[in-house]
Antibody, heavy 119, light 106 residues
Framework: QVQLQESGPGLVKPSETLSLTCTVS????????WSWIRQPPGKGLEWIGY???????NYNPSLKSRVTISVDTSKNQFSLKLSSVTAADTAVYYC?????????????WGQGTLVIVSS | DIQMTQSPSSLSASVGDRVTITCQAS??????LNWYQQKPGKAPMLLIY???NLETGVPSRFSGSGSGTDFSFTISSLQPEDIATYYC????????FGPGTKVDIK
């Protein structure tokens, strides 16, 4: 059974960098596509980006200038960094498997972690 | 950018009713369309992938159809546990979700 778990600070100051990690069990981070998706309170879902085959990335053009997704294969984890955050980045952040051209659906999700941007 | 619209934005129906949600893409996305169910406080759950394929373990009362720009999602007999928000999602270019349809029991 594939499981994903997000971790990281729940509060980030404006202009700073949001950093989250997703720990994966039951599948290898070196295979497949691994995505970050967010959902502002009371709003819809927004795909942030993915990393695939442990090294290649693709980002939502609307966030591309501020996003970095990376992997730590030794820990079977992938991470999200979002720089220069504002209140508009307050959201529940999910990690999920999928989103790529060959399997563009998200079949396994973490439980989500709420990140609030506030001073 | 491919934009996704869903209708209705919300609906109320009785237990046992047939419920249909539509999703429209701003350009042809072939069958690159998926459907999710999200209950309050929970992560979304994949129900349908590639427009009409039922994800393993999902009840058969859920179904999807369509191709190109027009898609539909149907619950053949609404159950109390189906109360949720439903999202479509395309992956013809960057993955993008529709705005969601909130389903309630009348």
């Amino acid at each position: 059974q594939v499981q994903l778990q997000e971790s990281g600070p729940g509060l980030v100051k404006p202009s700073e960098t949001l950093s989250l990690t997703c720990t994966v069990s039951g599948d290898s981070i070196s295979t497949n596509y691994w995505s970050w998706i967010r959902q502002p309170p009371g709003k819809g879902l927004e795909w942030i980006g993915y990393i695939y085959y442990g090294a290649n990335t693709n980002y939502n053009p609307s966030l591309k200038s501020r996003v970095t997704i990376s992997v730590d294969t030794s820990k079977n984890q992938f991470s999200l960094k979002l720089s220069s955050v504002t209140a508009a980045d307050t959201a529940v952040y999910y990690c999920a498997r999928g989103g790529g051209y060959s399997n563009g659906w998200f079949d396994y999700w973490g439980q989500g972690t709420l990140v609030i941007v506030s001073s | 950018d491919i934009q996704m619209t869903q209708s209705p934005s919300s609906l109320s129906a009785s237990v046992g009713d047939r419920v249909t949600i539509t999703c429209q893409a701003s350009q042809d996305i072939s069958n690159y369309l998926n459907w999710y169910q999200q209950k309050p406080g929970k992560a979304p759950m994949l129900l349908i992938y590639d427009a009409s394929n039922l994800e393993t373990g999902v009840p058969s009362r859920f179904s999807g159809s369509g191709s190109g720009t027009d898609f539909s999602f149907t619950i053949s007999s609404l159950q109390p546990e189906d109360i949720a928000t439903y999202y479509c999602q395309q992956y013809d270019d960057v993955p993008r979700f529709g705005p969601g349809t909130k389903v309630d029991i009348k």
